[in-house]
């Protein structure tokens, strides 16, 4: 489970990178 944890940190600063693109676009 540690390297879930350790994937989804670094999913979550590419999830806000998507994030904040696709509220620029919207």
Do not use: A, H, M, P
């Not at 940190?9 to 999830?15: G, L, S």
Request: aromatic share 8%; proline share 0%.
């Amino acid at each position: 489970r540690r390297l879930l944890n350790y994937l989804n940190r670094r999913d979550v600063e590419k999830y806000r990178s998507l994030i904040k693109e696709l509220g620029i676009r919207r």
